[in-house]
């Protein structure tokens, strides 16, 4: 498991020097836990017609747990439409305090997710978790 996600991440470092790609910056709300999430993106671009790959790193605070994500999100981009569609795989560590004192997991983490711009350089996202990963995920971001 931990080759895998290794492996999901050099690929990502090694698509993303590759190509000139956009950085970008992303918060939003997490349902399940329930907590607030910040982050950055870079947006590498189409790594194989029509996919685009976009790594991304978020933190989550709320609900007595901090959430560090390190994320894949592969998307298609839907013909002349602002939406796209696509799946995520993703490195989730969870840390929390308890009665009985701090602890932390990790987990490969599945998702689907779907964004739209609704400005040129704005969009919004919403990520539904599949497996080890947050229900919903609703972020807003910004593209440099």
Known sequence: MRRIILLTFVLCLVASTASAGSFGLRGGYTLDPDQFHIGGHYDVGQIFNPIRLVP?????FGDNVTLFALNADFIWDIPESAFSVGAEVGLNISSWDSDHG???DSDLGLGILGDWRFAEQWFGEVKLGLVDSPDVKLTVG???
């Open 56 to 60: 991304n790193v978020e933190i989550g």
């Open 102 to 104: 701090d602890s932390s």
């Open 142 to 144: 910004y593209n440099f």
